[in-house]
DNA sequence: GTTACACGCAGCACGCTGTA
DNA sequence: TACAGCGTGCTGCGTGTAAC
């Protein structure tokens, strides 16, 4: 016989939905006991006894992989509901007070990771008690955690045009063609693609935005690409840069230092820079909630501000 | 207000199982 | 066979509650 939902309430305690809500979202009790700060039993015994209090089994071994039952499945759309209206209750209660406070989670495409930092120091200096959590993944990694709704927020480029999505485009993203400093490229006034195509190339991971963008650039113009390395982020792209491997094209944003101390030279390739703008995005089914709401008011009613605040980041020193 | 007890939670040690 | 990952049993600690 069903339990009512007043003894349900009774035996089941935040703690285990918790626990249950991280081993769902980990795939496993110890990574789920990492995140939390527990050890592995710990996790085993909140998942034991919220399977005893539901009277469901909720996950299952195949093998050495852990799956999550149909009734795991269940659990998990309904504690997500759950946290997300708690959530919304922390905002309204916070709300009461006058003041706007709570999480901001944001995954940011690393191109985007130098921009982030600033914008949010602007937007929580207006509401201070908004906690900000950002997490830099590649593109491809946006565009899953953008299909999982792991994020109030998702910042990047190119934003694929097939998927239901609202996207907001704040700020230009100017990737540059860099060589190492002393390189002959970096004399020259007018450079054509296949001439820089012709020095060693130094290209980002396949799921990157900043090679996708330059693959795109040199399909239009029928050119072909062919990296002598690839790299798992921008950083390392350009210190392999000024290592002397290869020429590049990274983002202007990022080697705005290397630019000025003369460690990278930008090279003036033709048709480049490539222009392209970051973008707050999120699915076209979500909705925002009062946090991200506010982030996205700030940010499309200071569009002007920020685009200032950064060229004068760009500009050489006086 | 203090003390004793019960209970829940988490850590440690160890064992089991499946995989490479 | 070594290793990874999880379960079980035991123990200690913290907290709540009832008795004095």
New binding site residues.
């Given amino acids: 016989m069903p339990l009512s939902v007043q003894k349900l309430v009774s035996r089941l305690?935040l703690?285990q939905l918790q626990v249950f809500k991280a081993v769902y979202e980990q795939g496993?009790?110890?990574k789920a006991a990492a995140l939390l700060?527990?050890?592995?039993?710990?996790v085993?015994?909140?998942?034991?006894?919220l399977e005893q209090a539901l009277d469901h089994t909720l996950f299952e071994y195949v093998?050495?992989k852990?799956y999550c039952t149909p009734a795991g499945e269940v659990v998990a759309t309904n504690i997500a509901a759950m946290f997300a209206q708690l959530k919304d209750m922390q905002s309204d209660l916070h709300a009461l007070k006058g003041q706007l406070a709570g999480d901001l989670c944001i995954a940011a495409v690393s191109t985007a990771q130098y921009v982030v930092p600033h914008l949010l120091q602007l937007f929580l200096q207006q509401f201070p008690a908004i906690q900000a959590r950002i997490d830099v993944v590649n593109r491809q990694q946006a565009l899953e955690r953008l299909a999982d709704n792991r994020d109030d927020l998702v910042i990047m480029g190119l934003v694929p045009t097939e998927r239901p999505l609202t996207s907001l485009p704040f700020l230009d993203n100017q990737l540059v063609a860099v060589a190492p400093a002393q390189h002959k490229l970096a004399a020259a006034t007018s450079v054509s693609l296949e001439q820089f195509l012709h020095y060693p190339l130094l290209l980002r991971e396949p799921g990157s935005g900043t090679r996708l963008a330059l693959e795109q650039h040199c399909q239009q113009r029928r050119v072909t690409l062919q990296a002598v390395m690839e790299l798992g982020s921008n950083d390392a792209v350009k210190h392999a840069v000024m290592a002397g491997m290869g020429v590049a094209v990274l983002p202007k944003m990022g080697i705005l230092a290397e630019l000025r101390l003369g460690l990278l030279q930008e090279v003036a390739v033709a048709d480049f820079p490539l222009r392209r703008s970051w973008c707050l995005v999120y699915p076209k089914a979500k909705q925002p909630s009062p946090i991200s709401r506010a982030f996205i008011d700030f940010v499309q009613s200071q569009l002007a501000s920020i685009d200032r605040y950064f060229a004068t980041l760009e500009a050489p020193p006086a």
């Fill in positions: 305690t703690r496993g009790y110890g700060g527990l050890t592995q039993p710990a085993s015994a909140q998942i034991r006894q093998g050495r852990l």
